[in-house]
């Protein structure tokens, strides 16, 4: 769980410093131009990365199915060796997802205008500055765009559907509780995520609003990767129990004297 969390990690820092630098100098030193070189590249890193993001989710659902349905060939099963394959495996299938239709972007004639009304160079507007019919383009980046996000999406509801059998067998509450404690903060992660993308994305340029589409895309690039650290720390029990060790040995609470001038406090309080 913990080697799929620091590559996740390490995606999302990642997918945050595509548009967000970029953004911050345009409103602290007004430089809101790029270049066509630039804004390719920012175009593909955002969706390389968003890309991979998925397919590294529906792989985390992957290891918690075998970790809550296989716990005792759980270690057998996933080893770091198969582990590393998978997190290849996101890196390149995403790779070659996303580079065709970054050629067929690159390649259209731009002659309507040079101004982007976005915060990054996203698909859908740098598309409409096309000076010819882009619909072929729409349809293919729409194809993929379902196969990617909506495939992954199938892999990680299939998990979670065999995961809630297999826990509902449990016949202790504690044990079943325990079980979904587990998943909890892989399926908020993926409920946010996936929420926002396919709204943003799944879409042809029909049902394109400029507004609406930059609100979603700040979720997406800012909100969700500033979230995402705080919900797999704070519901993970083994973090909170580092965070009170830590505590205890700087002497926030836990020690003899702390202790005694809390219960004397409480004394005092009811008393």
């Not at 892999?155 to 998943?183: D, N």
Request: hydrophobic share 45%.
């Amino acid at each position: 769980m913990y080697f799929f969390l620091r590559n996740f990690s390490f995606v999302e820092i990642w997918f945050t410093t595509v548009t967000v630098p970029k953004l911050l100098a345009g409103f602290l030193v007004g430089s809101r131009t790029i270049s066509f070189v630039g804004c390719m590249a920012q175009c593909y890193f955002y969706f390389l990365l968003g890309a991979t993001e998925f397919l590294l989710l529906g792989v985390m659902s992957f290891d918690r199915y075998q970790a809550v349905c296989n716990p005792l060939r759980y270690p057998a099963l996933m080893t770091r060796k198969f582990c590393l394959r998978l997190v290849c495996g996101t890196w390149v299938a995403a790779f070659f997802t996303i580079l065709g239709p970054l050629i067929m972007v690159t390649g259209l004639p731009y002659c309507n205008s040079n101004v982007i009304n976005h915060f990054f160079c996203d698909r859908t507007p740098l598309v409409n500055l096309a000076c010819t019919n882009t619909e072929w383009v729409e349809n293919i980046n729409l194809l993929l765009a379902g196969v990617l996000i909506l495939g992954s999406l199938v892999l990680t509801v299939i998990s979670y559907c065999l995961i809630t059998v297999a826990v509902l067998r449990i016949p202790s509450a504690q044990g079943r509780l325990k079980a979904f404690s587990t998943c909890a903060s892989h399926m908020t992660v993926v409920t946010i995520v996936y929420g926002s993308h396919i709204f943003m994305h799944v879409r042809t340029t029909h049902t394109y609003t400029e507004r609406t589409d930059k609100v979603v895309a700040l979720m997406t690039s800012v909100v969700a990767p500033s979230l995402n650290p705080f919900i797999y720390t704070l519901r993970n029990e083994k973090v909170k129990e580092a965070l009170r060790d830590a505590a205890r040995k700087r002497g926030l609470f836990g020690t003899k004297e702390f202790q005694e001038k809390r219960t004397g406090f409480h004394r005092i309080i009811v008393g």
